[in-house]
């Protein structure tokens, strides 16, 4: 910050007055801009042999620790995409409407975006916002209307837009659809969600986890799923199962999954050769803790990409 004094005479005292608090401001201005404006320099690193996902349940673990893994033949980041597990659709009885509702946990990591996602981004990496249902009744099975789809969505882009996040991820599980004298399932809410969505947020990623209601209503009105997500996974760990999400191709597909605490190091093994030789694009990983795993992950890489994986503390 500059200032230019005109004039004949100023006192020295004025002088540093005016210094002092010209220096003040700057230091709040950088301190504001470090908090709310921090911004990714993302520096994309691509690798062959497709992408790797990874789910966090940040109430227990780090969203970093998906950043400490990379392939040791070129470098490349283990984990294309990272997901905080998880937000939730919440209902306001009050109102009657779905409400985004972020726990103590997530909103630790999304208002130190400067340290818990920018980090990620600067390595290549996008961060998405996992949404999960909280036994309320609400879900995104049961808007009745575009509009109400549309309300919602635009509390997901606005968080996305806010905290600097690459996208949402769908996971519709636990709604317990009814309760709170919410509606049921029906065939328009989640191809209504997904498309307002979309409009709201064109660049942005979205995903989807194959599972519950919303699986089985991926069409309505002569539009599909398929037309506004970008990627879908297996949800049921340790198979092997294509998604059947009409409008994606092989490379936006995850037919395996496996969960780091629970899936044998064999059966990962089969699941990524099986990943490799049907030409799928996408493997999923999920509860990555801070436990060094380089070894379980490098079995995997080393068919995936050719490559085993470096741990970085």
Not at 32 to 58: D, F, I, Q, R
Not at 245 to 268: F, R
């Amino acid at each position: 910050m500059k200032s230019t004094f005109h004039g004949t005479f100023l006192t020295s005292v004025l002088f540093i007055s005016l210094v002092i608090l010209l220096a003040t401001a700057c230091k709040k201005d950088n301190a504001l801009s470090s908090n709310t404006n921090v911004k990714a320099h993302t520096e994309t690193v691509t690798k062959s042999g497709g992408m790797s996902v990874c789910y966090v349940e940040v109430n227990s673990n780090s969203i970093l620790n998906t950043g400490k893994y990379t392939l040791t033949t070129g470098g490349q980041q283990l984990f294309d995409i990272a997901i905080i597990f998880a937000a939730n659709i919440n209902y306001n009885t009050s109102t009657g409407k779905a409400v985004l509702y972020n726990n103590p946990q997530v909103t630790s990591v999304l208002v130190n975006k400067a340290t818990q996602i920018v980090p990620l981004q600067n390595k290549g990496m996008k961060v998405l916002l996992s949404i999960l249902g909280n036994h309320q009744g609400a879900g995104f099975c049961n808007f009745t209307s575009r509009t109400s789809a549309h309300n919602f969505a635009k509390q997901l882009a606005d968080t996305v837009a806010y905290y600097g996040l690459d996208g949402i991820d769908f996971d519709d599980e636990y709604a317990d659809y009814g309760t709170n004298g919410t509606g049921q399932p029906n065939d328009s809410s989640f191809v209504f969600l997904l498309s307002e969505l979309r409009s709201l947020m064109p660049a942005k990623i979205i995903s989807f986890y194959y599972y519950g209601p919303a699986a089985s209503r991926l069409s309505y009105g002569g539009q599909k799923a398929g037309d506004f997500v970008n990627y879908s996974w297996n949800a049921i760990y340790g198979s092997y199962s294509v998604p059947n999400v009409a409008g994606l191709t092989k490379s936006q597909l995850a037919p395996a999954a496996v969960n780091l605490q629970a899936t044998s190091q064999s059966t990962a093994v089969s699941l990524a050769n099986s990943t490799k030789t049907n030409g799928y694009g996408v493997y999923l990983w999920y509860n990555l803790t801070s436990t060094d795993q380089h070894t379980y992950m490098s079995a995997v890489s080393n068919v995936l990409y050719g490559s085993g994986v470096t741990y970085t503390p």
